[in-house]
């Protein structure tokens, strides 16, 4: 399930970044989505085994591609929920940057197995002139069925962006915001924020080893 974990948790920047991001529609959320996944599927098709080589690379990939398609800070800002307003400026960056590093090192990998007939996005609902919007995809898995991956977004000025992706009834957000909201009442968000920048996995039940 790691690629699926991915794909939710991200579902999210020379010349050749350029054409990519060229590629990538943010005007409207069912087609930010579609070309975006197209736009990532189609690189790591036709450089999957370099990505396999060096996973290192899948980072810059999904930098290019997703991160400027996903409102980080705001996820971050939803994700920390009331240990929010008391984090200072420093605590709140890095939080942000060091959640987003750790979500990629633990679970990017997999992306260089995901193929395109996997993903289905499927037609849109909503008012067109509302600012939020909910996207659905069906995700298939190793054993063929399907599972509903939706993406919630709102427009922003610089396009619609993608914060929150619900897996089977599960929204990433508030699955974070439990597990890191026990953890800093424990242990405190300075704790919390250099164990995700030492590269250990996002999610750690508090008292765990």
């Known amino acids: 399930m790691k690629w699926l974990i991915t794909l939710a948790a ?6 050749g ?12 959320p069912t087609k930010l989505i579609e070309t975006a996944a ?22 810059a990939l999904v930098d290019r591609l997703l991160l400027p398609h996903f409102d980080t800070a705001y996820a971050a800002q939803l994700v920390l929920g009331s240990h929010w307003r008391a984090a200072t400026p420093d605590q709140r960056r890095r ?4 959640f987003y590093k750790s979500l990629l090192k ?3 990998t997999a992306l260089t197995s995901f193929t395109g007939d996997r993903l289905k996005v499927l037609p849109s609902r909503g008012a067109a002139d509302a600012d939020r919007a909910t996207v659905r995809t069906q995700v298939k898995k190793d054993d063929g069925s399907f599972v509903p991956v939706n993406y919630s977004l709102h ?4 396009g619609w962006k993608a914060w929150d992706v619900n897996v089977e009834g599960i929204s990433y957000v508030k699955s974070f915001r439990d597990d890191f909201g026990a953890q800093i009442d424990q242990q405190g968000l300075d704790a919390v924020i250099k164990r995700l920048e030492s590269g250990e996995s996002p999610i750690r039940k508090p008292g765990s080893t």
């Open 17 to 28: 970044a350029a054409r990519a991001a060229e590629a990538v529609d943010a005007n409207d």
């Open 95 to 98: 939080f942000i940057d060091a």
């Open 106 to 108: 633990n679970y990017g």
């Open 38 to 59: 197209q736009a990532m599927l189609d690189d790591i098709a036709q450089h999957r085994a370099e990505y396999k080589a060096d996973p290192s690379k899948v980072q």
């Open 155 to 158: 427009k922003t000025p610089e």
């Open 10 to 15: 991200l579902a999210a920047v020379g010349s």
